[in-house]
Structure formats: C-alpha cells, structure tokens
C-alpha cells in the first residue's frame, strides 16, 4: 500500500552529496565532531570510542574510525546506537533544528548530505530522521488541536 498522506510522506532524506552539507566542510555545527554531548566529549568520540569499543571514556577516535566494533554483541544495532547518540544531543537545540530544517529545504532541496560518509551511519541520515520526527510531532500536534476545537465546537452546540 502506498501512502498518500502528504503529512505522512518524509519531508527530509539524505545523500552522500548534492544535499545540504552538515559535515565539517559545510554547516559545521552539525559535524559529529562539533555536536558536543553533556559529557563534553562529540558524538564521533562517543561513537567511535564508546559504542565500538576503542577507548572507552576517551577521546582517541582515530582508533574505531572506518573500523567495525571490537567487541559487538550480537544484540547491539550500532545504526541504533548512533541514532540515540543524535537524539541526546538534539534534546535541547530546537532553535538550531529549527534553522537547520529552514536551510535544508531553501538550500538542499529536503537533503541533507554528508560527504564523508562512507557508511549509512552518519549524520546526514540521522538528522534527516530527527527533522522528520520533529516535523511528523508538530503535525500531530496540529491534528490534535484541529480535532479538539472541533469537538469542543460540537459541545457547545
């Protein structure tokens, strides 16, 4: 079945280039290594050292870097992994999520690109899933408002 709700329809995809670029050689504030986690350690340095297992607590990237995890358990989705890592740190940069949405529809035409991936774990796909989740809230939101004004119109009736 195919879905014809256009609230429904992702509004933000990704690329490896032609997007708008949210690596350190584009809008740099949205690199792995500038999204900086409440630890004070970047998401690449959680990733890299953390998840896969290179320097646990540390910040020597370079080791995991193009590497797959040194100890992976079998239950572990690293895709996952990386997504939660992106979802903490977007917590509380709504107005940064805001501007960053603004630009990759004028700018990218909906795409976000990251030319340095070489993997689907990156952060062009994980901030195009965060803007569409934040996108797909605030709709609900808009439907759920929409119903309740109509059903308190209904009540006075």
């Known amino acids: 079945m195919v ?3 256009k609230d429904l329809m992702p509004k933000f995809t990704w690329q490896r280039h032609n997007g708008y ?5 584009g809008d740099f504030r949205f690199s792995a290594f500038m999204a900086i986690m409440p630890d004070g ?14 320097d646990p607590g540390g910040t020597d990237w370079r080791k ?6 040194l100890h992976k358990p079998v239950d572990i989705d690293l895709w996952d992994e990386y997504l939660t890592l992106w979802r903490i740190w977007a917590r509380d940069k709504g107005e940064m999520l805001d501007q960053l ?5 004028s700018i990218g035409n909906g795409i976000l690109s990251d030319c340095f991936a070489t993997t689907d774990i990156n952060q062009a796909r994980a901030l195009s ?3 569409n989740e934040r996108d797909q809230n605030e ?4 439907r759920i408002a929409r119903e309740a004004a109509r ?3 209904e009540a006075k009736a």
């Open 139 to 142: 709709s609900s939101k808009k």
């Open 101 to 105: 949405a603004e630009n990759v529809l």
């Open 3 to 5: 879905n014809k709700r």
């Open 41 to 54: 350690r970047s998401i690449e340095h959680h990733y890299q050292c953390d998840i896969k297992g290179y």
């Open 64 to 69: 995991g870097k193009g590497k797959p995890p």
């Open 151 to 153: 059903l308190r119109k």
């Open 21 to 25: 670029e949210v690596s350190s050689k």
């Open 129 to 131: 899933v965060i803007l």
